[in-house]
């Protein structure tokens, strides 16, 4: 049986470092559940290492935003 979604993204984001302590977790969450229904639908663990860079990024708590350099 599969984990439900929000079992599963909470995983994945601590599987890729994310904690209470130096992310916001309600964002991190609402932005993984629209990287995985955009397009074709993936689970949270399928998302490339960029995408979580970002979103890890976007959602930090403890440090300044830095822009990313494309």
Do not use: Y
Request: hydrophobic fraction near 40%; proline fraction near 6%; charged fraction near 20%.
């Amino acid at each position: 049986m599969l984990p439900d979604r929000l079992s599963a993204i909470a995983s994945a984001a601590l599987n890729r470092g994310a904690t209470m302590a130096t992310h916001n977790l309600g964002g991190l969450h609402a932005d993984v559940h629209h990287a995985t229904m955009c397009g074709q639908w993936v689970t949270p663990e399928q998302l490339d290492t960029r995408t979580w860079e970002c979103l890890l990024g976007k959602h930090r708590t403890d440090e300044p935003i830095q822009p990313l350099k494309l």
